[in-house]
């Protein structure tokens, strides 16, 4: 694949998670987006505009959300790296495609910025709300990947990954983002282009007249070819054969939607990713992702100058959620403290694969904000002196900002 | 439906469209041994967004050529039809009205008179052709599924041009006045001889009553920039030579 060298642009810049994930975009080779405006995901759209002549990728704001994922699947099938950009309201209306997605199994990425909920919430304050609508959102049975950045770099970086996971397993792949990410100003680091690992596209290369566009590979992944190149295929969001021909019959149901989990299900040690500091002699591990790791690595630090064993567990990707660390750690560890910008989400993941092994504190951020430092080490200390094995998951009252 | 397929199969080597490069985007199922006869590549999506999956494809490849078929396009479909009349996005949408929602016995569609489905409705209904017209499209035509040789005309002409385009077929739905088992010849014997043809009539006079005819015919018919164009024109004002055409080599890679 040639690099357009004015995608990427290679130095040091000072940019927000927005700016970087579009930079990031261009630089994975994403040459299509389309969105509807929304606050806090507004800038990746301007920042977008000013560089798409030059970079010479496409852009058209659409009439909703609805209809942004559907043109993004589409462009997909012309061979276009496509995006979208929203957030929660947005992500809401993307459901129904984000499931069409799944099902044709077409590569493209979608950013959620995360604001507060339910319904309109507050726009420009940061939330972590939608992680389960990310996994759960649309109907049926799908498994889904996502990114959860903490920073601009991050953001850059995951969303290099993003496409070449959508690509690898011919799937949407979701990034969390959240409105504190994504408006945070940090110092980005752009590789040189030849640095940056691209994963192709899967494309069938045989005779015209035999392509299927759902045959798998050993992996369970179908090769694709772009639309237009005469290979005259269909494709249909009902339950399929390899033809792409729908089949209303319960053994092509199990015969199609099957290989669509497990394609990422087998793969799933290779698809999570996770920083895990200091949990080797820990008693305490703080399980973390987004814009929480700010006041999760300040809280580690002080509660280490004050003597407690505290590790940590930084979720690059949540989904899919990394079971078999959970499981592992729970076996060693008293607790476990898992601060959200929520009112309980990945801290239940967290419960279910310690299966009573260790306490899980959980610390909600629903309206403390981002930096409430104080709270989170409290709970590790409330964790601490927890003696007995709880079951369920024990929510830390916040002695601050609670109404 | 069978007598659409067989017209647009005409329409198209009426045309002057290249076959390899057309792809029909629809939220109904076709028997897809149909397509593979018809040869063209073939996306059955989400109910009532066809014309939203085509918008992506065409800014993709702007080689393309879009056919959307679209059963709810006035429904779920409505604001993708009106903004892209706007835009006037290159494609040709083919709206398959058959007034009422097939699966479920008597539902009625926005585009029921008063009095024509089974369980009524007293809602006023859509002017697919001037809704279609009022918000852009370059051409606009209402045929019935027996209009057999002016429905091929239609969709030719209509491949043709440039633009947005919308067709109404009045096909049969099986909950209208008649048993499923005897819809066949007698309901499109009904449009027939039910239906005047009036050309370049204003869209404004062809909404379908209750008692009276249905008006049939080419409505619509002129020139606009498409998106393409005025994106195209727009960005090279502003960037001069460092524009790229849009879908020209995008991107280099």
């Not at chain 1, 409290?378 to 369920?392: D, P, Q, R, W, Y």
């Not at chain 2, 019935?144 to 109404?168: C, M, P, Q, W, Y």
């Not at chain 2, 024109?233 to 890679?253: N, T, W």
Request: aromatic share 10%; net charge negative; charged share 25%.
């Amino acid at each position: 694949m040639k690099t357009n060298l004015k995608a990427v642009l290679t130095g040091t810049h000072t940019l927000s998670g927005n700016e970087a994930f579009i930079e990031g975009a261009f630089a994975a080779g994403c040459r299509f987006l389309a969105a509807y405006p929304i606050m806090p995901a507004i800038e990746t759209i301007e920042r977008y505009l000013k560089r798409s002549a030059e970079v010479g990728a496409t852009f058209i704001q659409m009439e909703d959300e609805i209809s942004a994922l559907a043109a993004v699947i589409g462009a997909s099938w012309t061979g276009k790296k496509s995006m979208t950009v929203t957030s929660g309201p947005g992500f809401s209306n993307m459901m129904e495609h984000l499931g069409l997605g799944v099902m044709l199994e077409t590569p493209c990425v979608i950013v959620d910025v995360q604001q507060s909920g339910p319904s309109l919430g507050i726009p420009t304050r940061a939330g972590q709300g939608d992680m389960m609508q990310a996994r759960w959102g649309s109907h049926g049975d799908y498994e889904v990947i996502t990114l959860s950045p903490s920073s601009p770099q991050e953001m850059f970086d995951f969303t290099i990954k993003a496409f070449n996971f959508s690509e690898k397993y011919r799937t949407p792949v979701i990034i969390m983002s959240d409105e504190y990410v994504a408006h945070k100003k940090e110092k980005v680091i752009i590789p040189r282009a030849d640095e940056i690992k691209i994963t192709p596209r899967r494309y069938f290369k045989g005779q015209k007249d035999k392509y299927l566009p759902f045959k798998r590979d050993k992996d369970f992944v179908p090769r694709m070819v772009d639309i237009g190149d005469g290979y005259k295929f269909h494709v249909t969001g009902l339950t399929h054969d390899d033809k792409g021909y729908p089949i209303m019959l319960e053994e092509c149901q199990e015969y199609n939607v099957h290989p669509i989990l497990w394609k990422i299900r087998n793969d799933t040690e290779k698809i999570i990713e996770f920083q895990e500091i200091g949990t080797k002699d820990a008693e305490i591990v703080i399980v973390y992702y987004g814009a929480t790791s700010g006041a999760a690595s300040k809280a580690i630090k002080q509660a280490r100058d004050l003597g407690i064993k505290v590790g940590s567990l930084k979720l690059d990707t949540v989904w899919p959620f990394p079971d078999k660390k959970i499981t592992e750690l729970a076996e060693k560890v008293k607790a476990f403290v898992v601060p959200e910008i929520n009112y309980g989400q990945i801290v239940s993941e967290v419960e279910r694969c310690s299966y009573g092994n260790a306490n899980v504190v959980f610390v909600s951020h629903g309206e403390n904000g981002i930096d409430n430092t104080e709270d989170i080490v409290s709970a590790i200390k409330l964790a601490l002196n927890e003696e007995k094995i709880k079951k369920g998951i024990i929510e830390y009252q916040s002695q601050t900002g609670r109404v | 439906m069978n007598p659409i397929i067989t017209a647009f199969a005409n329409g198209i080597k009426k045309s002057g469209v290249e076959l390899s490069n057309m792809v029909l985007v629809s939220d109904i199922p076709f028997e897809p041994e149909i397509i593979k006869e018809l040869g063209v590549d073939f996306f059955h999506i989400t109910r009532g967004r066809a014309i939203a999956f085509g918008t992506g494809l065409k800014l993709g490849n702007p080689d393309l050529k879009i056919v959307a078929f679209i059963g709810d396009l006035m429904t779920l479909g409505g604001n993708h039809l009106v903004h892209s009349g706007r835009r006037n996005m290159e494609m040709l949408v083919i709206c398959v009205n058959n007034f009422v929602y097939r699966e479920i016995a008597g539902t009625p569609a926005p585009s029921v008179s008063p009095g024509f489905s089974a369980f009524s409705t007293f809602e006023k209904p859509f002017n697919a052709p001037h809704l279609a017209n009022s918000c852009g499209a370059v051409f606009t035509a209402r045929w019935t599924a027996l209009h057999t040789n002016d429905l091929t005309n239609s969709i030719a002409n209509a491949l043709d041009k440039r633009g947005f385009s919308v067709i109404e077929v009045l096909s049969p739905g099986p909950n209208f006045y008649k048993d499923i088992n005897q819809i066949d010849s007698e309901l499109l014997d009904f449009y027939y001889k039910n239906s005047v043809t009036k050309n370049n009539e204003d869209t404004r006079n062809v909404e379908i009553t209750p008692g009276e005819k249905i008006i049939t015919g080419e409505f619509t018919d002129k020139e606009k920039p498409t998106f393409i164009d005025t994106y195209n024109a727009q960005l090279s004002k502003i960037l001069g030579d460092k524009f790229i055409p849009h879908g020209g080599q995008s991107g280099g890679d």
